[in-house]
């Protein structure tokens, strides 16, 4: 048995359409990026540019990408088998690749952990599935109340209806919303943060 008001969360859940995430987010890529076998993702910085990176970990091996740009920066197609996959350390990690060579990332995803949920300026990002086991990504800069209508305040930016939602989140620095799926990655990206009042 579900409350009242519960149904109606559950119906206004239903009843919003997936849209563009709000200004001053825009989509790293076109469309999703395709990665057969997701199993999971992780946020680093790049030691350089100091751009937010983001590793992917598949049943086909890890990549890693700039989230500002989406570009693939390191390709591992065969890593370490007893390193391949984060269940093999209790903090959720693995080798990192290209210019994380020498480092450990946390990988949130199929084995567990988890992605930041708010950004130091406001925004916060919820999973809902009103229509389980379909998840839908909540992007809203209320601090999450998610008053009104879709659109004003909150957004429904992403719907996995066609795959398992693997990890939804913020990179630590709050520039990047990445969601992770058991087939593809999707990102968005801002320059700065924006101080919401």
């Not at 119906?11 to 469309?31: C, G, K, S």
């Not at 500002?68 to 391949?84: H, L, Y």
Request: hydrophobic share 35%; aromatic share 8%.
């Amino acid at each position: 048995m579900i409350t009242e008001y519960q149904q109606k969360l559950r119906e206004r859940y239903i009843a919003a359409p997936v849209m563009p995430a709000p200004e001053p987010w825009q989509p790293v890529f076109a469309h999703t990026t395709p990665i057969g076998g997701l199993l999971g993702i992780g946020f680093a910085v790049h030691p350089d540019s100091g751009n937010d990176l983001v590793m992917a970990v598949s049943s086909d091996g890890h990549g890693l990408f700039d989230a500002a740009t989406g570009e693939k920066i390191a390709r591992d197609r065969d890593p370490d088998f007893e390193t391949s996959t984060p269940d093999a350390h209790p903090d959720l990690t693995c080798p990192g690749l290209g210019p994380l060579t020498g480092t450990q990332v946390r990988i949130a995803g199929l084995f567990g952990g988890g992605l930041h949920t708010t950004t130091p300026d406001g925004w916060s990002m919820d999973v809902v599935s009103p229509e389980w086991p379909h998840d839908r990504v909540i992007l809203s800069a209320d601090g999450g109340r998610r008053q009104g209508p879709a659109g004003g305040t909150w957004w429904h930016v992403f719907h996995s209806d066609y795959s398992e939602l693997r990890a939804a989140g913020f990179s630590p620095s709050g520039l990047t919303l990445a969601v992770a799926t058991s087939s593809d990655l999707t990102l968005w990206t801002r320059e700065q943060l924006q101080y919401n009042n």
